[in-house]
C-alpha cells in the first residue's frame, strides 16, 4: 500500500507515562490505553510531537545540510499550523503499540511476552508498509491457554515456570526470521497466550507515588498525594511511519527525495516521549527498519 515506510522499533531506557489525564480508580494518572483491547499505546499526536521536538532541538547545519531553508525544515517536514500558511508535513506518524512487555519470572530477574494477538497486528502492520513479515502459525496459540513457547536468543528451558503468580508451561517454539529483528533485545522472549499478556499488561505496569513537598515546612503538602501509572523500563513498542509528499509548494522536490536521511540523521538513536521528562521519563532508543532505500 505504501512504498517508502518505516517500522521503528521504541526500547524503554526508563519507564514512561503517557498519561490519558484523570482517573476516577486507584490510579489517579493511568497510561493511554486502546479502548478495544486495553492495550498500552502512545497515541501518534504524541509520538509525533516527540520527533518534531527533537527534531528541532537537534538539527543542525551539518546534519541537515544547506540545500533547504533550515529555519522552515522543521515544518517543511511537520507541517505548518499557520493560519496564514498551513500546509500538511512529510510524513504521517501512527499509534506506538506494544510488542513485548517484561514480566518478573521464577527463572531469570524478569523475561519478555508477546502473544499471538501482537504478533498478527504487527503482521498486518508489516504488510501495509510493504515489509517482509513471515509465517507464524507455529507458534499462535489459544486464547486461553496456560502453554508458553520460548522464541528467544536465549532459551529458556521447558517446563512450567511462574510470570509474576501464573504458572505457564514452556516450550521451544521458532520465530520467524523476518521478524526476530523487531524482537532484538528481547534475549529471553516467550509468546503466551493472548489472556496471559492481557493479565501482564494490565496487572503488572509500575505504579509510582507521587508527593509535593512544602518549601517551607519540608514535608508533604496536604492533598497532593496521587498514584502515577507507568510503562516499565524494557518494554518495547513500535510505530509506522509513511514517508508522503509535503503539500509546501517551495523545495517539494528537494524535501521529497531527502527528507527521511534528514529526520534520521537528527533523531538518531535516542529520543524522549511522554511527560516527566526532567525525571529522566520516557527515553527510549529506536532502530529503524526501512520498506524503500532512497
Known amino acids: 500500500m505504501f512504498d517508502n515506510t518505516s517500522l521503528v522499533t521504541l526500547y524503554a531506557v526508563t519507564p514512561c507515562h503517557a498519561g490519558s489525564g484523570s482517573s476516577v480508580g486507584v490510579v489517579d494518572l493511568p497510561i493511554q490505553r486502546e479502548r478495544h483491547t486495553n492495550y498500552p499505546i502512545i497515541q501518534a499526536s504524541g509520538v509525533k510531537g516527540a520527533f518534531r521536538a527533537n527534531f528541532r532541538n537537534f538539527k543542525t547545519k551539518e546534519n541537515v545540510g544547506d540545500d533547504l531553508q533550515f529555519n522552515n525544515l522543521e515544518d517543511l517536514i511537520f507541517g505548518s499550523s499557520d493560519q496564514n500558511n498551513a500546509y500538511m508535513g512529510a510524513l504521517a506518524i501512527t499509534d506506538a503499540k506494544i510488542l513485548a512487555f517484561p514480566m518478573r519470572s521464577s527463572v531469570a530477574p524478569f523475561l519478555w511476552i508477546t502473544c499471538p494477538a501482537v504478533l498478527k497486528r504487527l503482521v498486518k502492520d508489516l504488510e501495509i508498509a510493504g515489509l517482509p513479515s513471515g509465517d507464524i502459525s507455529s507458534v499462535l496459540l489459544?486464547?486461553?491457554?496456560?502453554?508458553?513457547?520460548?522464541?528467544?536468543?536465549?532459551?529458556?528451558?521447558?517446563?512450567?515456570?511462574?510470570?509474576?503468580?501464573?504458572?505457564?508451561?514452556?516450550?521451544?517454539?521458532?520465530?520467524?526470521?523476518?521478524?526476530?529483528?523487531?524482537?532484538?533485545?528481547?534475549?529471553?522472549?516467550?509468546?503466551?497466550?493472548?489472556?496471559?499478556?492481557?493479565?501482564?499488561?494490565?496487572?503488572?505496569?509500575?505504579?509510582?507515588?507521587?508527593?509535593?513537598?512544602?518549601d517551607k515546612t519540608g514535608a508533604t503538602s496536604k492533598g497532593t498525594l496521587r498514584y502515577q501509572e507507568e510503562l516499565p523500563a524494557d518494554s518495547i513498542m513500535y510505530t509506522v511511519i509513511h514517508w508522503e509528499k509535503s503539500t509546501h509548494k517551495e523545495g517539494i522536490d528537494d524535501l521529497n527525495k531527502t527528507v527521511k536521511n534528514y529526520v534520521k540523521s537528527v533523531i538518531g538513536n535516542h529520543i524522549q516521549i511522554a511527560g516527566d521528562e526532567t525525571c529522566g521519563r520516557g527515553i527510549f532508543s529506536i532502530d529503524w527498519t526501512d520498506s524503500k532505500s532512497e
Open 142 to 214: 489459544a486464547a486461553d491457554s496456560e502453554q508458553a513457547y520460548s522464541v528467544g536468543s536465549e532459551a529458556v528451558a521447558d517446563g512450567k515456570i511462574l510470570l509474576e503468580d501464573i504458572a505457564v508451561e514452556v516450550k521451544k517454539g521458532v520465530l520467524p526470521e523476518e521478524l526476530k529483528k523487531y524482537f532484538a533485545q528481547a534475549e529471553r522472549l516467550l509468546v503466551v497466550s493472548d489472556k496471559v499478556f492481557d493479565y501482564g499488561i494490565t496487572e503488572c505496569t509500575q505504579i509510582m507515588a507521587q508527593i509535593k513537598i512544602d
